[in-house]
């Protein structure tokens, strides 16, 4: 389950786009959002699963991020 969660993260931030409206708006999660894309490209950089990365950053799916 971990796993699955862990790519649809991934697919879902190799999606994303430019996060200044977002930054505009709302910059504490822009914040988040940008450490977490951040901490997933290094992850996949290292050859890590992405979901110990995704446990690391202590994220729940109800966290809406």
């Known amino acids: 389950m971990e796993h699955g969660r862990a790519l ?14 977002v930054t ?13 894309r951040r901490e997933l490209d290094a992850s996949a950089e ?3 699963d992405a979901s110990e990365t995704i446990g690391q950053l202590g ?4 966290d809406g991020v």
Not at 8 to 21: I, M, N, P, Y
């Open 8 to 21: 649809l993260w991934t697919g879902l931030l190799d999606l994303r786009g430019d996060l200044s409206e």
């Open 24 to 36: 505009a708006r709302w910059p504490r999660h822009a914040d988040r959002l940008a450490r977490i």
């Open 46 to 48: 290292r050859g890590r």
């Open 59 to 62: 994220i729940e799916p109800s």
